[in-house]
């Protein structure tokens, strides 16, 4: 089945203890995302990723990073997490070419900071 | 800044009624406008699209209608049904980029 995973999909942490959320797709898809969901703000672009050893900034990354060794994996790093990170986050591929295409979403990983 | 605005925030319909949710745009690369739906504890998943070169598409129930001119486009949910409860988001982009509207919390009353 096509699908991206997100694991873990509930994570609670302290402020300032690094985490990972990991992100996997087995579809092939050159272009990979991260997104945050917030209520009232819709999903808003942290990083992405055009392919391997490619990433660059979207709209709101200040506190993210993240790395793209491998094309079916683009993980999401918190290295000092901070209660304004607790989120809904994303993550998202889509075959990369000339013409749009639409992204396929993972189910999600809520994240609280305390 | 707010590249795609969308309303209204929530939305009530009897079954059978018409829902209708609208978004609005303003950078004219954008090419592709999708409309994604997510039901609570899952991610957006893609319902229907358009370019800009269209006016109208429809997949069943579910029609898009697009105004280039006005920048403008909207999802009508014809038949609305209990199961078509859920969040709504449209989208704009071109390539892999995309803007997404603040999303619509639909509730369709049995």
């Known amino acids: 089945e096509a699908q991206v995973t997100q694991n873990p999909r509930y994570l609670i942490t302290v402020t300032g203890k690094k985490l990972t959320v990991t992100c996997s797709q087995n579809m092939n898809h050159e272009y990979m995302s991260w997104y945050r969901q917030d209520p009232g703000l819709g999903l808003r672009q942290i990083y992405y990723s055009m392919n391997v050893e490619v990433t660059d900034k979207g709209d709101v990354p200040e506190g993210y990073k993240v790395s793209r060794k491998e094309k079916r994996n683009f993980p999401l790093i918190l290295e000092s997490p901070s209660p304004n990170q607790t989120s809904l986050y994303f993550c998202?591929?889509?075959?990369?070419?000339?013409?749009?295409?639409?992204?396929?979403f993972g189910n999600g990983t809520r994240l609280t900071v305390t | 800044q707010q590249q795609v605005k969308q309303s209204p925030q929530s939305l009530i319909v009897q079954k059978g009624g018409i829902s209708i949710i609208n978004c609005a745009y303003e950078n004219t690369a954008f090419d592709y406008f999708p409309w994604y739906q997510q039901f609570p504890g899952k991610g957006p998943a893609l319902l229907i699209a358009i370019r800009p070169d269209v006016s109208e598409k429809k997949e069943g129930r579910f029609t898009i209608s697009f105004n280039k001119s006005a920048k403008q486009f909207s999802l009508h949910i014809m038949d609305s049904q209990p199961g078509d409860s859920a969040t709504y988001f449209c989208a704009a982009g071109w390539g892999n980029q995309f803007y997404f509207g603040t999303g619509t919390s639909l509730t369709v009353i049995p």
């Open positions: 998202a591929s889509s075959l990369w070419g000339g013409e749009s295409s639409p992204l396929h």
